[in-house]
């Protein structure tokens, strides 16, 4: 079975940086899409940035040009590069996949997270 672990995450300043990875295990007949959510107490789940198939990338508006997503197929890990962070970043990181059985079901994955805060 599926199983997507995550790690970097941790106590920064504002304006540091923290690179987080995601590593998947498992067979993926088609791989849609991996990407990154957050969620702060009290909110909901939110999408910060993911990457297609296709090697195409799309950002929360909030983290556009401080957020770096990144993929190393052979590895089956996924990263993200966080820049210049604020104290609203403050969240647990989720890695997820989304992807198609052989018999072409659609089936996702998230990682069990990691925390991220930032704070002076």
């Known amino acids: 079975q599926e199983q997507l672990v995550e790690s970097g995450g941790g106590l920064v300043q504002p304006g540091g940086s923290l690179r987080l990875s995601c590593v998947a295990s498992?067979?993926?007949?088609?791989?849609?899409?991996m990407g990154w959510y957050r969620q702060a107490p009290g909110q909901e789940r939110e999408l910060v940035a993911a990457?297609?198939?296709?090697?195409?990338?799309n950002y929360a508006d909030s983290v556009k040009g401080r957020f770096t997503i990144s993929r190393d197929n052979a590895k089956n890990t996924v990263y993200l590069q966080m820049n210049s962070l604020k104290p609203e970043d403050t969240a647990v990181y989720y890695c997820n996949v989304k992807w198609f059985t052989v018999t072409w079901e659609s089936r996702s994955a998230w990682g069990q997270g990691t925390q991220v805060t930032v704070s002076s």
């Open positions: 990457i297609t198939r296709e090697s195409s990338t």
């Open positions: 498992g067979r993926f007949f088609r791989i849609n899409a």
